[in-house]
């Protein structure tokens, strides 16, 4: 009964569905489960913007793949071969490995995708978060992942770039910026914000490592709430948070998602 409730209220809304995906590492498994629950619903974006894995599962969204077909195929021999790392000359593990499997699942441009979506990542050079929303679709969807000093720069023309997710690992601007002018404008969207990073609130400093770590996931979430206003819902599974960022358990992230997405929904429908 609740379900289709759910289903009338999202039928009701007179703008097309927007939803942002952020990055997180393998916390942004927690996608899947939430793209899982939405799918359910028959809760379909016209529009997603993304960043980071979360790029990678827009895409995959846009593709036409569903969440079960997307999660299988992360699940798949190829891509944890893929995902092994490889270490460049300078160091630094080289990103570019991954196009292969990329190209395997999606198709080569924007322009083939069932809906637009655009792509988040970091100029070096210009030292601004640049879009991506036609032509190529593969190296935007490189340049997005490539953390910096895990990954080595992507290039793209002249400049070179990386992830964006530490200064804007929620990104709403493409729904309330025109592209063209840059000029800010009212949302044409009914926007989903989704953001898969928070804080541990039990977090224990064991090394150095997880010192650092913790200081730039926390000028990350810092940032994110700058956008949580644009959003007209903002999902949070805080249970992801204790989840490692290098967490592979696909299963178990995916599931969190499902179960806190369809716990809200419920919630949503009888506050509405």
Same mark, same amino acid.
């Given at each position: 009964?609740?379900?289709?409730?759910?289903?009338?209220? %999202?039928?009701?809304?007179?703008?097309?569905?927007?939803?942002?995906?952020?990055?997180?590492?393998?916390?942004?498994?927690?996608?899947?489960?939430?793209?899982?629950?939405?799918?359910? #619903?028959?809760?379909?974006?016209?529009?997603?913007?993304?960043?980071?894995?979360? !790029?990678?599962?827009?895409?995959?969204?846009?593709?036409?793949?569903?969440?079960?077909?997307?999660?299988?195929?992360?699940?798949?021999?190829?891509?944890?071969?893929?995902?092994? *790392?490889?270490?460049?000359?300078?160091?630094?593990?080289?990103? #570019?490995?991954?196009?292969?499997?990329?190209? =395997?699942?999606? *198709?080569?441009?924007?322009? =083939?995708?069932?809906?637009?979506?655009? /792509?988040? $990542?970091?100029?070096?050079?210009? $030292?601004?978060?640049?879009?991506?929303?036609?032509?190529?679709?593969?190296?935007?969807?490189?340049?997005?992942?490539?953390? *910096? !000093?895990?990954?080595?720069?992507?290039? /793209?023309? =002249?400049?070179?770039?990386?992830?964006?997710?530490?200064? =804007?690992?929620?990104?709403?601007?493409?729904?309330?910026?025109?592209?063209?002018?840059?000029?800010?404008?009212?949302?044409?969207?009914?926007?989903?914000?989704?953001?898969?990073?928070?804080?541990?609130?039990? @977090?224990?400093?064991?090394?150095?490592?997880?010192?650092?770590?913790?200081?730039? #996931?926390?000028?990350?979430?810092?940032?994110?709430?700058?956008?949580?206003?644009?959003?007209?819902?903002?999902?949070?599974?805080?249970?992801?948070?204790?989840?490692? %960022?290098?967490?592979?358990?696909?299963?178990?992230?995916? #599931?969190?998602?499902?179960?806190?997405?369809?716990? @809200?929904?419920?919630?949503?429908? /009888?506050?509405?």
């Amino acid at each position: 009964m609740i379900e289709n409730q759910s289903k009338k209220i %999202f039928n009701s809304i007179q703008k097309p569905i927007g939803i942002v995906l952020s990055g997180g590492g393998g916390r942004a498994l927690v996608h899947l489960g939430i793209w899982k629950a939405l799918e359910e #619903q028959n809760i379909q974006p016209n529009k997603i913007s993304g960043v980071s894995m979360g !790029a990678i599962m827009g895409a995959m969204w846009a593709a036409g793949y569903s969440a079960n077909e997307t999660t299988k195929i992360f699940q798949s021999q190829s891509w944890k071969k893929w995902l092994r *790392p490889t270490w460049s000359e300078n160091g630094i593990i080289s990103i #570019q490995k991954l196009r292969t499997l990329f190209s =395997e699942y999606l *198709p080569k441009s924007f322009e =083939e995708l069932s809906f637009p979506i655009t /792509i988040s $990542a970091f100029c070096l050079q210009t $030292a601004k978060i640049e879009r991506f929303e036609s032509g190529d679709l593969i190296t935007p969807l490189l340049a997005s992942m490539a953390v *910096p !000093a895990i990954f080595s720069p992507v290039r /793209i023309k =002249e400049y070179d770039f990386v992830d964006s997710g530490l200064l =804007e690992n929620l990104p709403t601007k493409p729904f309330y910026y025109n592209s063209i002018n840059n000029e800010k404008k009212e949302s044409d969207y009914f926007v989903i914000g989704i953001h898969s990073n928070p804080l541990d609130k039990n @977090f224990i400093p064991i090394s150095t490592r997880s010192v650092i770590e913790r200081y730039f #996931q926390a000028v990350g979430v810092f940032m994110v709430k700058k956008d949580i206003s644009k959003c007209d819902i903002y999902l949070e599974p805080q249970d992801i948070a204790n989840i490692k %960022f290098s967490n592979m358990n696909i299963d178990k992230a995916s #599931q969190i998602g499902y179960n806190y997405t369809k716990e @809200f929904l419920n919630k949503f429908e /009888i506050q509405s």
